[in-house]
């Protein structure tokens, strides 16, 4: 199974501010099925990016995700208040999908 | 529009059994994978498994932690997914989420439902 690690725990920034979250498993994810959810409070998650860079219907560009094998990352370019919420990466290239832990972008 | 709607969700005592299912319209069911995900009170997401379609063999997958124990089906004529629950631990308590993936990423959770409550306790 692999397991995925994120850092860091929990993001405080301000508005306008740029957020990049790191997303690391413990072995490489085929193909780049690499995916990023977020989720706010008392919601379903919803899908921002698959594919590793690919932004899901709707979702928009200050929205970006990068990287390949072990290493991804999700990049927030300026922070609106909409924003703040747990942002979670997933694996999917193996026969059993895993979540990471969750990061918490917070207003500092 | 997409809709997944789930139900069955409640207490159950430890060692108990629950059947969960997930009504699905707004697409064609039977072309489409469908996943679980739950979710405990104030933690991380965890993917619980997944059905694929029967031009994919209805082919099962499940996470470690509920391998043996939690079986997913489906009927297609019903356009309804099924989590069969058995031998329940407190852990297992969580939200229950059915999910379909996007038709652009096979193995994504592009649509969720609102989600049932599963409280395993005695």
């Known amino acids: 199974e692999i397991v995925l690690t994120q850092s860091p725990g929990t993001l405080s920034l301000s508005p306008g501010e740029r957020a990049t979250l790191s997303c690391r498993a413990s072995?490489?994810?085929?193909?780049?099925?690499l995916a990023w959810y977020q989720q706010k409070p008392g919601q379903a998650p919803r899908l921002l990016i698959y594919?590793?860079?690919s932004r899901a219907t709707g979702i928009p560009d200050r929205f970006s995700g990068s990287g390949s094998g072990t290493d991804f990352t999700l990049t927030i370019s300026r922070l609106e208040p909409e924003d703040f919420a747990v942002y979670y990466c997933?694996?999917?290239?193996?026969?059993?999908?895993?979540f990471g832990p969750g990061t918490k972008v917070d207003i500092k | 529009e997409v809709q997944l709607v789930e139900s069955g969700g409640g207490l159950v005592q430890p060692g108990g059994s629950l059947k969960l299912s997930c009504a699905a319209s707004?697409?064609?069911?039977?072309?489409?994978?469908m996943h679980w995900v739950r979710q405990a009170s104030g933690k991380g997401l965890e993917w619980v498994g997944r059905i694929r379609s029967k031009a994919n063999s209805y082919a099962t997958a499940y996470a470690a932690s509920v391998k043996g124990r939690f079986t997913i089906s489906r009927d297609d004529s019903k356009n309804t997914a099924y989590l069969q629950m058995n031998s329940l631990k407190t852990e297992d308590t969580a939200v229950y989420y059915c999910t379909r993936p996007c038709i652009a990423a096979a193995g994504t959770n592009c649509y969720w439902g609102q989600g049932t409550l599963v409280t395993v306790s005695s």
């Open positions: 997933q694996q999917y290239g193996s026969s059993r999908n895993t």
């Open positions: 072995q490489s994810v085929s193909s780049s099925y």
């Open positions: 594919g590793a860079s």
């Open positions: 707004g697409f064609t069911f039977s072309g489409s994978a």
